[in-house]
Nanobody, 114 residues
C-alpha cells in the first residue's frame, strides 16, 4: 500500500518561510520521481517543483528562486523549502510520486497572510 504523508504546512506572514516534508512508504522511493503540486481555491492543481531519481529538478516559474526541492532516499522523504512566501502561494500543497503510476498525498494547507 502506497502512502505519501505530508507535513509542515501552516500559516505564515508574507515574506516568511515554511518547510514541507513528504514521507513515502510502499514504493521503491529511489526510482520514483517526486514532486510538489498545489491547488488554490477555485483553481486547477498546478506543478510547483519536481525532482527525478537522478536529481534533475524543475520549478514552476512562479516559485523559481524562492522554493527549493530536495530528496533524501535514505529517509524516503522529499522536501520543499519555501522562502519569501507571497499571499498568492496560499494553497493546499500535495506530494506526488511518479514512476509507472502517479500517487498523491492527502495535502497540507499553506496560508500566507498579507
Amino acid at each position: 500500500q502506497v502512502q505519501l504523508v505530508e507535513s509542515g504546512g501552516g500559516l505564515v506572514q508574507s515574506g516568511g518561510s515554511l518547510s514541507l516534508s513528504c514521507k513515502a512508504s510502499g514504493i521503491s522511493f529511489s526510482i520514483y520521481g517526486m514532486g510538489w503540486y498545489r491547488q488554490a481555491p477555485g483553481k486547477q492543481r498546478e506543478l510547483v517543483a519536481t525532482i527525478s531519481p537522478g536529481w534533475n529538478i524543475n520549478y514552476a516559474a512562479a516559485v523559481k528562486g524562492r522554493f527549493t526541492i530536495a530528496r533524501d532516499n535514505a529517509k524516503n522523504t522529499v522536501y520543499l523549502q519555501m522562502n519569501s512566501l507571497k499571499p498568492e502561494d496560499t494553497a493546499v500543497y500535495y506530494c506526488n510520486a511518479f514512476h509507472l503510476a502517479h500517487y498523491w498525498g492527502q495535502g497540507t494547507q499553506v496560508t500566507v497572510s498579507s
